[in-house]
């Protein structure tokens, strides 16, 4: 068994255009804030020990959603940015900055069909990111993004 490419995809595809929104929105996070340097190394600070177990647990409604919207940022943040795999500017021009795929396309130098394949698996990289900083964190309220393949005989 390994990952649904297509349906992973979709899947991200869906909630960058609705869920995230909704989770910067209630986080209070500003779209200003989504490429600032200090979310760039918030991923720093991974080992959360039982009082911090314990105060994530406690966290009033307000904070509890800014917890989640950064847990969303740090998994986007956290995703590869190589010269041929770009995966993280990929998604953030298309899904944050609101680019167009030909706009992404001449800044990156890329083809279309190498966009459609870096976003795809872009979308995979993602979900899998997600995937960990949500347990990672204990954010187990946000969506797993990860369809599993079937097999179909």
């Given at each position: 068994m390994g990952i649904d490419d297509i349906e992973t995809t979709k899947n991200v595809k869906s909630f960058f255009e609705s869920d995230f929104?909704?989770?910067?929105?209630?986080?209070?996070?500003?779209?200003?804030?989504?490429?600032?340097?200090?979310?760039?190394?918030?991923?720093a600070h991974t080992n959360i020990n039982g009082l911090e177990s314990s105060l994530?647990?406690?966290?009033?409604?307000?904070?509890?959603?800014?917890?989640?919207?950064?847990?969303?940022?740090?998994?986007?943040?956290?995703?590869?940015d190589f010269e041929?795999?770009?995966?993280?500017?990929?998604?953030?021009?298309?899904?944050?900055?609101?680019?167009?795929q030909e706009q992404v396309c001449i800044s990156l130098n890329f083809s279309q069909y190498q966009l459609?394949?870096?976003?795809?698996?872009?979308?995979?990289?993602?979900?899998?990111r997600l995937n960990y900083w949500r347990i990672k964190r204990d954010a187990t309220e946000l969506p797993n993004l990860i369809?599993?393949?079937?097999?179909?005989i």
């Open positions: 929104w909704h989770y910067v929105q209630q986080g209070g996070i500003h779209p200003n804030q989504l490429s600032s340097p200090q979310l760039d190394g918030i991923s994530i647990n406690q966290m009033n409604k307000a904070d509890r959603a800014q917890y989640l919207a950064t847990t969303i940022l740090i998994a986007l943040f956290d995703c590869s041929y795999e770009r995966h993280k500017t990929i998604m953030h021009r298309l899904f944050v900055k609101h680019m167009t459609r394949k870096q976003l795809t698996l872009g979308c995979i990289e993602f979900a899998e369809v599993e393949k079937t097999n179909d």
